[in-house]
């Protein structure tokens, strides 16, 4: 590996990247040829923390004649599993910064059994692949003189040796026999010794050489059943201290480094993404007490249950039955998997490569590092004697968690992450644990508050074509002659429908990813996101062309347990700047909560439940089976709408109506009956989507008047589901309207006096009636529009005016009021009716047939 040396602040170069234009420029581990001294191979040793079970590795640096200082030795890498491994992310970048690398790997298990050649061979491939130098070497660390000739042999030279080569043995004390105290000192701490010595003499007569051991937070604090283990890593601390203090007049730095990384050693112990479903072993002795639990219990809420187990995963999974102990599971709730997912090796390796530079000045230091952390540790000298391990407040080396860590942020937070002046001890690794969760929710806070700072801009041209689209995919049809103003645009009144204005509010947001990075680092699932409020404000009248800008931000994001409420405002300018609406949509992400956020927000634009009383108005209208094919070319392309197969992903058995489809459809009801269907009427509207629609399904608006506000909510006649709930829409005046029972807003009907009849007859004869079983509701029409609605239960035996109080509707009739007087007067044939389009039923055709006898009976009155 070829690398110049410069100054602390100078570029770190390691491919010929030197400029002299910058005090930070990127580190670089290969350097450009220069007459400057130079970094050579590395060589880095397996991977360990309480996570690793890297075998070794070594990355060694460019064999040239210009360089000065030869390979760097970096032991253990791993890539059989996972590509979330220390040593194989340690030789990676390395080699990414311009190094050759031995990759020595003996490819054992965790437990330091087996061997294979794979592992090394395929990190080795893969730096290869991407036109780097590697080598491989499948010797063990105890046979450190021959991965270190190995090196030679390839690259000329020696630098650097990172050990990092580790196995696990855990017992409890009085259960560890020889062979796990041997074999895990073996490998951690005589493995260390045996190729750092290999070494040594090539950083002597170079006058340069740079050392890593790896330790762990087991042997810094010590963890229940590790003996052997934390022995072996406060062992490797103190060879680290010692050589040191040797090499210093050699030009040699040696530091131990103390990962928390996912690695092989942890693959089955916690699983990628713990939930409340996943159970994991956790092992514990309870003599009198209970016994403390380390980092990977550390999670925002801890215990769903626990039960005890007649067996353990403990060393032997005999050892704490036969001690008498038990064993319990734990239900984690996770932090959505964060805590674990975070631990990434490739947070770690810049601290490592910047240890390994030469314009680094750290010997003799224990750093710990972790998921873009990183802290020194440092035991007092007054204080040895009482084991007084103190640790500094350390440095986030990115601010959010989204973003990656290079040696250059490490060398830039440098001062901050060696700084002992707050120093604090630490009495366990739960507390040490738990500082790293708070670092992990300061990284998450910071990426959150970027995202709701985030301002997304779109642009939507429009014309009378867009209007008249917009027009047709919310109902608007030339059945209704009130509708035509909507549709054509010679129409003397030619105008836009106010909720057309929701539109370029959507598209912004289908534009941008603002939603998608209010959770950094993860994916949201588009099948479980779930349109669940809308508020529309209307500023200035709409154009009926021209051009539009949007800006959407999120102003918020509210834990709802279940799923994540996302608040997001959009204003909607005109071509010459004006304000002309403001919108507020709230998404509902399904599986996104539990991060323990609100529940509520001064922001959100609130709901308003409809007075308690019989609807004032009430219209019904039909969806057609193209309905969601034809709103979605207004610019909502969800394919949960039109494509069978994510409609089935989302759980739902055909594409499902768009909201604000429905929503357009209960706005042109309410325009038509309360505002004499005059668009400058409108100013506000406001509704939660508590159900989807299915194409094709009846639409039932109930109204309550109320001064300007009129209260509204829209439900399904086939199912009786309410599908948009605690809405309104906000009038800046009234048409006059005569209050007729508290049901209709026209004038008194004609059939009114059927249904009384009608009323009669089934109270007189409730044992017949009640044999068709079905409930029935009529919507009487005046001029195209439901002026009445009348409700037939049969299964009660009752006949009411309004919907259906309870339970669902098995048959829905629609007539005209003349028309519905002369079928019941005989006048007009049923079967003829039906035909010409007089008689619409939607529901069970057969009961209809039932009620024919009652209803021949009525029409001899």
């Not at 450190?144 to 050990?163: E, H, M, P, S, Y």
């Not at 050693?265 to 994991?280: A, C, Q």
């Not at 405002?569 to 005109?574: G, I, K, L, R, W």
Request: aromatic share 8%.
């Amino acid at each position: 590996m070829v690398a110049t040396r410069h100054s602390p602040n100078s570029p770190i170069t390691v491919n010929g990247n030197d400029t002299t234009q910058s005090q930070h420029s990127p580190i670089n581990v290969n350097g450009s040829d220069t007459t400057q001294s130079q970094l050579g191979p590395i060589s880095v040793n397996g991977s360990d923390t309480t996570q690793s079970q890297h075998s070794p590795i070594i990355v060694n640096g460019s064999d040239t004649t210009q360089s000065q200082h030869g390979p760097i030795s970096v032991n253990g890498s791993d890539t059989t599993q996972s590509q979330h491994r220390l040593g194989r992310a340690y030789a990676l970048l390395f080699a990414e910064r311009g190094a050759s690398v031995v990759v020595n790997d003996l490819g054992g298990g965790r437990h330091g059994d087996g061997s294979s050649t794979k592992a090394a061979d395929i990190v080795v491939q893969e730096i290869r692949s991407k036109g780097g130098k590697a080598a491989a070497n499948y010797n063990s660390v105890e046979d450190g003189d021959k991965i270190i000739q190995t090196a030679l042999d390839n690259f000329g030279r020696i630098d650097v040796v990172v050990n990092n080569a580790g196995i696990l043995r855990d017992r409890s004390f009085a259960r560890i026999s020889n062979t796990d105290w041997d074999l895990i000192h073996q490998v951690h701490l005589k493995g260390t010794f045996k190729t750092t010595q290999a070494a040594w003499p090539h950083f002597r007569k170079q006058n340069y050489g740079r050392v890593i051991v790896t330790s762990s937070n087991s042997g810094l604090y010590g963890n229940f059943g590790q003996a052997n283990y934390a022995a072996a890593k406060i062992g490797v601390v103190g060879l680290s201290s010692t050589l040191a203090i040797e090499g210093r007049k050699n030009n040699i730095h040696c530091n131990a480094i103390v990962p928390t990384a996912a690695s092989r050693m942890t693959e089955d112990i916690l699983p990628p993404e713990p939930t409340s479903h996943n159970y994991n072993p956790v092992r514990s002795e309870r003599p009198r007490r209970e016994e403390e639990f380390g980092f990977p219990l550390l999670f925002r809420r801890w215990f769903s249950f626990c039960m005890p187990l007649r067996s353990n995963r403990f060393g032997d999974y005999n050892d704490i039955k036969r001690g008498g102990g038990s064993l319990f599971l734990v239900g984690l709730s996770a932090v959505n998997g964060d805590f674990f997912a975070e631990l990434k090796p490739e947070l770690i390796a810049p601290v490592v490569v910047w240890l390994c530079h030469e314009s680094c000045p750290e010997t003799g230091s224990i750093i710990e590092a972790a998921a873009g952390w990183a802290g020194k540790s440092k035991v007092l000298d007054f204080a040895w004697s009482l084991g007084y391990l103190v640790r500094s407040q350390g440095s986030l080396l990115r601010s959010k968690i989204t973003d990656n860590v290079t040696p250059e942020d490490v060398r830039e937070h440098w001062g901050t992450v060696t700084d002992m002046s707050n120093a604090k001890h630490y009495p366990s690794i739960a507390d040490v644990s738990a500082t790293l969760t708070v670092a992990l929710e300061e990284m998450k806070a910071n990426a959150q508050s970027d995202s709701l700072s985030k301002v997304a801009t779109h642009s939507l041209s429009y014309d009378k074509r867009d209007i008249i689209l917009y027009s047709l995919g919310v109902g608007a049809s030339l059945d209704n002659p009130e509708d035509l103003k909507y549709l054509y645009e010679g129409h003397e009144a030619f105008s836009a429908l106010p909720t057309f204005l929701i539109i370029p509010a959507i598209t912004t947001l289908l534009g941008a990813n603002i939603i998608g990075d209010v959770f950094p680092g993860k994916d949201i699932d588009l099948t479980k996101m779930l349109h669940g409020e809308q508020y529309l404000e209307v500023i200035r009248p709409l154009e009926t062309s021209g051009e539009l800008v949007s800006k959407a931000r999120v102003v918020d994001v509210l834990d709802k347990g279940s799923g994540a409420a996302i608040l997001v405002d959009v204003d909607t300018f005109d071509e010459n700047g004006n304000r002309v609406a403001y919108n507020q949509v709230t998404t509902f992400a399904i599986g996104m909560g539990g991060f323990g956020g609100k529940r509520t927000s001064d922001k959100a634009v609130d709901i308003a439940n409809a007075p308690a009383r019989a609807p004032d108005a009430t219209v019904t209208e039909k969806t057609s089976l193209n309905q969601a094919a034809v709103y979605r070319l207004s610019g909502d392309w969800n394919p949960l709408h039109i494509d069978q197969d994510m409609a089935t992903l989302g759980g739902y058995r055909r594409p499902i109506l768009h909201g604000l489809c429905t929503l357009g459809f209960s706005a042109r009801h309410i325009l038509q009956r309360f505002a004499n269907n005059d668009p400058s009427k409108f100013k506000a509207i406001k509704a939660r989507f508590p159900k989807p629609v299915l194409p094709g399904q009846t639409l039932q608006t109930n109204m309550w008047h109320e001064g300007s506000r009129i209260h509204f909510e829209t439900k399904v006649l086939e199912s009786g589901y309410t599908v948009i709930g605690g809405a309104y829409v906000d009038l800046t005046e009234t048409v006059p309207f005569l209050r007729t029972n508290n049901v209709s807003a026209t004038e008194t009907l004609k059939s009114e006096a059927v249904f009384d009849a009608l009323k009669k007859r089934i109270e007189a004869n409730l044992e017949k009636v009640k044999k068709i079983n079905g409930v029935f509701q009529y919507n009487i029409t005046v001029g195209g529009n439901t002026a009445g609605s009348w409700t037939i239960d049969l299964k009660k035996g009752v006949l009411y005016k309004g919907p259906v109080k309870e339970g669902k509707v098995d048959c829905t009739l629609t007539m005209s009021d003349p028309d519905f007087v002369d079928l019941f007067a005989g006048k007009l044939n049923p079967q003829m009716a039906f035909m010409q389009g007089k008689l619409k039923v939607a529901g069970n055709l057969m009961l209809v047939q039932k009620l024919s006898g009652l209803m021949k009976e009525q029409s001899k009155l």
